[in-house]
Nanobody, 127 residues
Framework: QVQLVESGGGLVQAGGSLRLSCAAS????????MGWFRQAPGKEREFVAA????????YFAESVKGRFTISRDKAKNTVYLQMNSLKPEDTAVYYC????????????????????WGQGTQVTVSS
């Protein structure tokens, strides 16, 4: 079992920045690909970003490329989502997620591969 706890959400003006954190309980944290998703009111949950086990490879949705970065700190069992140049359309509840241990595929954008989810953190961007 993996427990994930997000933090760092809040209210920010358009053009501002936020850094989300996701703390994982797993002692095998480095064995998990980690992903971030978001869900805006009335919309389906969508992929935002993912990072490989080593942290050497990152993946982003087109809508956030060039504005968001994802990183991980193995010593702290934490993955981060740095969000810059925020837009009102980035307003959503943001979730971090991890697939089942041993997942070897590459469908990081597909929420169906993720077995563990955090409770979410609200990000609101005002215009």
């Amino acid at each position: 079992q993996v427990q994930l706890v997000e933090s760092g959400g809040g209210l920010v003006q358009a053009g501002g920045s936020l850094r989300l954190s996701c703390a994982a309980s797993a002692r095998t944290f480095s064995s998990y690909v980690m992903g971030w998703f978001r869900q805006a009111p009335g919309k389906e949950r969508e992929f935002v970003a993912a990072i490989s086990r080593s942290g050497g490879n990152t993946y982003f949705a087109e809508s956030v490329k060039g504005r968001f970065t994802i990183s991980r700190d193995k010593a702290k069992n934490t993955v981060y989502l740095q969000m810059n140049s925020l837009k009102p359309e980035d307003t959503a509840v943001y979730y971090c997620a991890a697939p089942a241990l041993g997942y070897s595929g590459t469908s990081f954008h597909d929420e169906r591969i993720y077995a563990y989810w955090g409770q979410g953190t609200q990000v609101t961007v005002s215009s």
